[in-house]
């Protein structure tokens, strides 16, 4: 079957328990941890809500790819027990093939915890990869994909190994890439070695600094590289000379940037009441490759698909309650 994306990466259930009784405590001592969350030790704190939806990277570009219109599949692996099923189920309600999805039965299925403070509705997420470890990519599989894109979100348990079959030389499709923070942390080189064989990298502002600080070449020549660094353009320059045809860096409230190697895009974003900032990433990008595929390359109309789902997910609860449909 053809395939408009097929996304690889996580699938879990995501669990997200509101509460008011936390105390924020400020801790600026510690660059890395500048706020803590606190709660009575040995307590028995009060749920004012709880929601139970879905999430994970492959799962949230797939269903928003599919919402807008577009054949998808989902390369993910899942464990045993009714959550695998639910996972499953979930997939074919929305119309994403789970043809190429990969079973662990020894291992329960992935989930994430994501703690909701009131009133900020700022959030804490406890993740746990279970079954997402388990997932193995094999060249045999990617031979026989029929795709325009492949959309390869956060990888963990082999992830190296994963990443050497998918950017291997000669790949039928074109590949777009949003990096977890593993991937960033214990393997920039390799990041930017894959780059040449990249489509579309897409990363927010943070990740897309943290990528090229950790350059010494480039960074050896900058004099003043906090002024270098904060320079958005600098920093679009610097990733598209890594190879890729098209670099996307997402900046929060100050909107999305692109670049294609000619031309400078940037789009602000759209005010909206702000409830979850949960899976905004994956929403910006599924529909900005969405918006590639949609408006035949069109980097500004797929910005502003971007732009509009973003809008729409973070005024709802959840990663994939706000994704919109065309």
């Known amino acids: 079957m053809?395939?408009?994306?097929i996304t690889i990466g996580g699938a879990v259930e995501d669990i997200t328990f509101c509460v008011r009784e936390g105390q924020v405590i400020d801790n600026k001592s510690d660059i890395l941890r500048q706020q803590l969350l606190a709660f009575e030790y040995g307590a028995k704190i009060v749920v004012n809500?709880?929601?139970?939806n879905f999430g994970g990277g492959a799962s949230n570009v797939a269903v928003s790819a599919s919402r807008l219109g577009l054949k998808t599949a989902a390369i993910a692996c899942v464990g045993n027990g009714q959550r695998a099923q639910k996972i499953i189920e979930h997939f074919q309600e929305e119309g994403v093939d789970t043809a190429y999805i990969q079973y662990d039965k020894l291992k329960i299925s992935g989930f994430s915890v994501s703690l909701v403070l009131y009133p900020d509705?700022?959030?804490?997420?406890?993740t746990f990869r279970g079954a997402n470890d388990s997932l193995i990519i094999s060249s045999a599989v990617l031979k026989k994909l029929e795709t325009n894109?492949?959309?390869?979100?956060?990888?963990?348990?082999?992830w190296r190994g994963n990443?050497?079959?998918i950017f291997h030389p000669g790949q039928n499709f074109k590949i777009a890439w949003n990096p977890g923070s593993v991937q960033l942390h214990e393997g920039s080189a390799l990041v930017r070695k894959y780059l040449e064989h990249t489509h579309t990298i897409i990363m927010n502002q943070d990740e897309a600094t943290e990528l090229v600080v950790n350059d010494r070449k480039i960074m050896s020549r900058r004099k003043h590289n906090a002024t270098f660094l904060n320079n958005i353009k600098n920093l679009l320059?610097?990733?598209?000379s890594y190879g890729p045809k098209i670099v996307v860096i997402t900046r929060g409230r100050s909107g999305a940037d692109a670049y294609d190697g000619k031309n400078f895009y940037h789009s602000n974003i759209i005010d909206s009441k702000r409830l979850d900032t949960t899976g905004v990433g994956d929403a910006f990008g599924s529909s900005f490759i969405s918006g590639l595929i949609l408006?035949?390359?069109?980097?500004?109309?797929?910005?502003?698909?971007?732009?509009?789902?973003?809008?729409s997910v973070i005024s709802k609860r959840g990663a994939q309650n706000g994704l919109i449909k065309l």
Do not use: W
């Open 237 to 240: 320059r610097v990733i598209s």
């Open 149 to 158: 894109f492949v959309y390869v979100c956060s990888l963990s348990g082999d």
């Open 163 to 165: 990443l050497k079959k």
């Open 121 to 126: 509705n700022e959030h804490t997420i406890f």
């Open 2 to 5: 053809k395939h408009d994306i």
């Open 295 to 311: 408006y035949d390359g069109n980097i500004k109309k797929a910005i502003g698909l971007g732009i509009r789902n973003t809008a």
């Open 49 to 52: 809500e709880a929601e139970f």
